[in-house]
T-cell receptor, first 117, second 111 residues
Framework: SQTIHQWPATLVQPVGSPLSLECTVEGTSNPNLYWYRQAAGRGLQLLFYSVGIGQISSEVPQNLSASRPQDRQFILSSKKLLLSDSGFYLC????????????????FGPGTRLTVL | RKEVEQDPGPFNVPEGATVAFNCTYSNSASQSFFWYRQDCRKEPKLLMSVYSSGNEDGRFTAQLNRASQYISLLIRDSKLSDSATYLCVVNIKGSNYQLIWGAGTKLIIKP
């Protein structure tokens, strides 16, 4: 079965500090990978998605970036955090396009709760 | 108009009651539809994928009306453990990646 890991679970960072959140998936290969952010009491906002190693698409312009150095590893980074970067960051995976279809359910990791002070 | 709209909630219902959630979507080309549940401060978890006109899984029934661009979720014989936020999610045709998420409807089941 597939498992998705995220760490850390919680993080408190000062404004202007760097950020690195990591996500790894087990039990599948060539997954699509996603980073979402959920602000308190709000819906999910897609930040980045990736269909393969080194392939990153950005949905929202911001001071965040993403990288996919390995097939099942997805990293979210920032050089300088802003107060507005606070939120619940969720990594998700879905079956890759070669095996997927319209029913492309996404499965989430446990998330990282980031507070920028 | 929001791309995916849900009842704002919260819904406060007694244990054992039947609860119905409604969701409308704006893109008529949407191809697949999901319901997720999200417990407080946890990640969303897939509850049901909605196929063609609808499907049932135990106490849960999802319906899809493409003509009206409307999706519903029915929970029968509600349990205390059903308390959560229910998220309506729509996939955009032509994209295997982009899911549009509703803001969710919070459900509180009372004993």
């Amino acid at each position: 079965s597939q498992t998705i890991h995220q760490w850390p679970a919680t993080l408190v960072q000062p404004v202007g500090s760097p950020l690195s959140l990591e996500c790894t998936v087990e039990g599948t290969s060539n997954p699509n990978l996603y980073w979402y952010r959920q602000a308190a009491g709000r819906g999910l906002q897609l930040l980045f998605y990736s269909v393969g190693i080194g392939q990153i698409s950005s949905e929202v312009p911001q001071n965040l970036s993403a990288s996919r150095p390995q097939d099942r590893q997805f990293i979210l980074s920032s050089k300088k955090l802003l107060l507005s970067d606070s939120g619940f960051y969720l990594c998700a995976w879905s079956r890759g396009t070669r095996t997927g279809g319209y029913y492309n359910e996404q499965f989430f990791g446990p998330g990282t709760r980031l507070t920028v002070l | 108009r929001k791309e995916v709209e849900q009842d704002p909630g919260p819904f406060n219902v007694p244990e054992g009651a039947t609860v119905a959630f409604n969701c409308t979507y704006s893109n008529s080309a949407s191809q697949s539809f999901f319901w997720y549940r999200q417990d407080c401060r946890k990640e969303p978890k897939l509850l049901m994928s909605v196929y063609s006109s609808g499907n049932e899984d135990g106490r849960f029934t999802a319906q899809l009306n493409r003509a009206s661009q409307y999706i519903s979720l029915l929970i029968r014989d509600s349990k205390l453990s059903d308390s959560a936020t229910y998220l309506c999610v729509v996939n955009i045709k032509g994209s295997n990646y982009q899911l549009i998420w509703g803001a969710g409807t919070k459900l509180i089941i009372k004993p």
